[in-house]
C-alpha cells in the first residue's frame, strides 16, 4: 500500500521551481550536483510508493493549477482540515517559513508519520524546540530542505573523510553563506559527520530588524554570515568566511584535504606527503549524480518503515538550527562565544 502524501503550500518549492531549473539547463550546460526532479511533487511523483492525495494553499488559483499540473484528487485552503480528512502519513511544508512551526506541529499530533519541511525549518528556537518536542513524542520522522547531504559528491566527500585513508577529520570551511537559511550550515554540519556543537561563535553582515525593534529580538530578514567559528565535542571545528567564493567547501583531514568543487560537480581530493609537508592529488573515481529530492522522499519512506532516520533528520536539523541562532546571539554580544542551548530562544528571525 503506497503512503499518502499531503502538501501544504503549492508555491516555488512544491512546484515552479522545476520550472525555473529546466529553463536555465535551456540556455547552456548547468554546472552542479543538482539533478531533477527538484520540486517536492516532482519527488513524489518518481517515488512509487507515494502517491499525493492533497494539497492545500489559501491562494486557491495557486492550488488549483497545482492540482492540475500533478494529478492531485484533492484541494484544501486550511491544512488542519486536510490533515483531519485525508489522514495523511506525509506531509511536505513548503509555505513560507513564518508559517512551518503551527503545520508541523499539528501535524504531528495529529497522525503525521513523516514530513519533509523547506529550510528555514522556523524563525526561531523557541519554535524548534516546539517542532522537536512534537515529534520526538510521537515519533514522526523529519526530512529536512536543504538539498548537499543528499547528492551524490557531498555524499562522496563524507565518505572519503570518514573513511579514515586522509586521516582523522579536523575542520570543514565554507566560504559565503547565510546564518537562518539553511542550506550552508546543514552543509557544513553533514560533512563533519553531525557532531555536537559545544561553542559558537561568529559575526554577521548588516542586520534587518523589523520596524520599530530595538530589542535585537525579531529580524525581517536574514543575514549573511562574514565569519564563524564552531567547536564541537568531537575535537572537530566548522570555520565559516564571507570570501564571496559561494558554493564551494574544504574538508581538513589529518593527511589530506578535500575540495568540493561548482557545488557538487566535482570533487579535487590531495593528500599529504609527509616527506615534504606537500598536498598531492589523488584521483577520485567520478560519481553518477542523481536527484536529491527523490532521494530524500525515499529516505523518508525508508524511515516510516524501517524505524531508522535518514540522514537530514530531526536531530541533525536541530543542531544547524542552533547553531544559527548561536551565530546572531553571539554577533550581537559582540562576537563572544556562546555554548548551547542558546538564550533568547524568542528572537526571531525570517531569512525570506
Keep these: 500500500m503506497k503512503l499518502k502524501v499531503g502538501i501544504i503550500g503549492c508555491g516555488r518549492m512544491a512546484n515552479t521551481i522545476e520550472d525555473e531549473q529546466i529553463a536555465r539547463r535551456k540556455q547552456g550546460p548547468y554546472r552542479s550536483g543538482l539533478i531533477l526532479p527538484y520540486c517536492h511533487a516532482g519527488g513524489y511523483a518518481v517515488v512509487e510508493e507515494t502517491e499525493m492525495v492533497a494539497a492545500c494553499d489559501v491562494v486557491e488559483d495557486k492550488l488549483k493549477a497545482f492540482q492540475q499540473r500533478w494529478n492531485v484528487p484533492r484541494g484544501y485552503t486550511d ?107 546543514d552543509t557544513l554540519l553533514y560533512l563533519l559527520g553531525d557532531p555536537e556543537p559545544v561553542s559558537i561563535r561568529g559575526t554577521l553582515g548588516e542586520l534587518h530588524p523589523a520596524e520599530g525593534d530595538t530589542s535585537n529580538l525579531r529580524f525581517v530578514r536574514d543575514t549573511p554570515i562574514l565569519s564563524a567559528f564552531v567547536e564541537f565535542d568531537n575535537g572537530t571545528t566548522l570555520h565559516a568566511a564571507a570570501t564571496g567564493a559561494a558554493r564551494e567547501y574544504e574538508l581538513v583531514c589529518d593527511s589530506g584535504i578535500i575540495r568540493i568543487q561548482n557545488d557538487g560537480e566535482s570533487l579535487h581530493v590531495r593528500k599529504k606527503d609527509g616527506q615534504h609537508h606537500a598536498y598531492d592529488a589523488i584521483e577520485v573515481e567520478p560519481v553518477t549524480p542523481w536527484s536529491g529530492t527523490a532521494r530524500k522522499v525515499r529516505e523518508l519512506v525508508d524511515a516510516i518503515k524501517t524505524g531508522e532516520p535518514g540522514v537530514s533528520n530531526l536531530r541533525a536539523t536541530m543542531l544547524g538550527t542552533e547553531i544559527g541562532f548561536g551565530i546572531y546571539e553571539s554577533h550581537l554580544q559582540g562576537g563572544i562565544a556562546v555554548r548551547p542551548p542558546i538564550p533568547n530562544r524568542e528572537r526571531w528571525a525570517s531569512s525570506w
Excluded at 102 to 120: N, T
Excluded at 156 to 162: F, L, S, T
Excluded at 163 to 185: M, R, T
Design 79 to 185: 491544512y488542519r482540515e486536510l490533515i483531519d480528512r485525508e489522514q495523511p502519513d506525509i506531509l511536505s511544508i513548503t509555505t513560507r517559513p513564518e508559517q512551518h512551526a503551527e503545520a508541523m506541529v499539528y501535524g504531528a499530533e495529529h497522525g503525521v508519520k513523516g514530513m519533509y519541511a523547506e529550510k528555514p525549518l522556523c524563525c526561531s528556537l523557541l519554535e524548534a524546540d516546539a517542532i522537536k518536542d512534537a515529534f520526538e513524542r510521537n515519533g514522526v520522522f523529519l526530512e529536512f530542505g536543504p538539498m548537499r547531504r543528499n547528492w551524490a559528491v557531498y555524499r562522496q566527500a563524507r565518505d572519503i573523510a570518514q573513511s579514515g585513508e586522509l586521516g582523522a577529520v579536523k575542520s570543514v570551511l565554507g566560504f559565503a553563506g547565510n546564518s537562518i537559511g539553511g542550506h550552508f550550515l
